[in-house]
């Protein structure tokens, strides 16, 4: 299966290294970062989405309207606004972009951070709410006819959208988590499963979770698997762990100063209470470097703050541990920088031309290997007839 790249869509220049000096909302760097990604060999990028940030469904819009390949992944809670509302919301964009759009249904990690937009459900209930919202989306992309809904969450009577995505039967659905509920979640509704960037053995327990969770809900597929990490790369090893040092440096100066926060509260100030970071953090306690080119110290200096374990190396490294991931059933690869832009073209150039190729050379292999068997077997019963 072709292997796919994700980057993500700044609306402005900050990162944990680099204090933003842009508006939150900056119509130029927005369309520049994203023509970079889409001029260097990336596949889509992630909207992301933050109380008080700017709103992902708008800016997403925006980047559709002026790109033409370029497909989007938009994050969404469902505690912001109605599932019906929210279904055509989704169907018009996905119009908009003639049909680039994925969405990611966020169900929230930081009860401090949901509550900020009005939400005062526990995370069990969250995670109820989340799988209940996905289905009322899902059916209102695809009902041609008026339908009732009466849930735990929600109730409504005689609803139908006028406009239906151009995707058929429907835009797909991404989710993420670590947690028990966050698998039967995702294991039930998900077209791709996001994890963290993991250690090999880690990653390969968490996509059989994965896989048990979708059996478990009596699907006969499983959700494609997408892992997120953070690259830091150059031409020789000697430069790549130099730079390294330096970007734990940066973030530890910026969260030191008080001036590195992350959704209004400074990062790391409070240890996390989602499942996923507390992985990471514990990942990082154990050991700074896993596998070939996996290190922890970027994800121990943000307090396991999201996607934050780094690939260091060159770009061949690098690519080869990208590789790593994909044979053990990743296709989808998310990658961001700390100088968004300047990673994005460097990535683009140096990393994602190896690991394409490389794919390729697999795919190619195991399809040789299929038409042998084939023939093999068609031989062999030839001869059993004969």
């Known amino acids: 299966m072709p292997v796919e790249f994700l980057g993500i869509a700044a609306t402005g220049d900050g990162s944990e290294t680099t204090p933003r000096s842009t508006a939150a909302f900056d119509r130029d760097y927005t369309l520049r970062l994203a023509r970079a990604h889409e001029d260097h060999g990336w596949d889509r990028v992630l909207f992301a989405y933050g109380a008080g940030s700017p709103e992902p469904a708008a800016a997403a819009a925006f980047l559709a309207s002026h790109l033409d390949r ?23 964009l996905d119009q908009i972009s003639d049909g680039r759009l994925t969405v990611h249904f966020i169900t929230g990690g930081s009860d401090h951070e949901q509550q900020r937009e009005g939400d005062f459900l526990s995370k069990d209930e969250r995670y109820e709410r989340t799988r209940e919202y996905i289905g009322i989306v899902k059916k209102a992309w695809t009902s041609r006819e008026p339908f009732d809904h009466e849930g735990a969450h929600y109730r409504f009577n005689d609803f139908v959208s006028d406009v239906f995505p151009v995707q058929q039967p429907r835009p ?33 327990e968490q996509i059989e979770r994965v896989k048990e969770a979708a059996r478990a809900a009596g699907r006969t597929d499983v959700p494609r698997i997408q892992v997120a990490f953070r690259p830091i790369i150059a031409p020789t090893e000697e430069l790549a762990w130099e730079k390294a040092h330096r970007t734990v440096a940066a973030i530890k100066a910026r969260r030191e100063s008080g001036d590195l926060v992350r959704r209004g509260r400074p ?27 996996l290190w922890t110290p970027t994800a ?20 080869e541990a990208l590789l790593d991931y994909y044979d053990l059933g990743v296709d989808i ?42 023939e093999r077997d068609r031989h062999q019963l030839i001869a059993v007839q004969a």
């Open 267 to 293: 990062l790391g100030a409070a240890a996390p209470e989602n499942t996923g970071s507390q992985r990471l953090i514990e990942i990082a306690e154990a050991g700074e470097r896993y596998d070939r080119a």
């Open 300 to 319: 121990a200096a943000t307090g396991g703050a999201g996607n934050s374990n780094a690939l260091v190396g060159t770009p061949e490294t690098v690519a």
């Open 172 to 204: 797909g659905v991404s989710f993420g988590g670590s947690s028990d509920a966050a698998y039967a979640a995702g294991g039930a509704e998900a077209d791709v499963y996001c994890l963290w960037g993991e250690p090999l053995a880690r990653t390969a």
């Open 70 to 92: 370029l497909q989007i992944l938009l994050a969404h809670r469902p505690n912001v606004s109605y599932p019906t509302f929210a279904a055509k919301t989704f169907a018009t």
């Open 333 to 374: 690869l998310s990658a961001r920088g700390y100088h968004l832009l300047d990673d994005a073209i460097d990535f683009g150039r140096h990393v994602i031309p190896i690991v394409r190729e490389e794919v390729a050379k697999r795919d190619a292999a195991k399809a040789a290997a299929v038409a042998e068997r084939a």
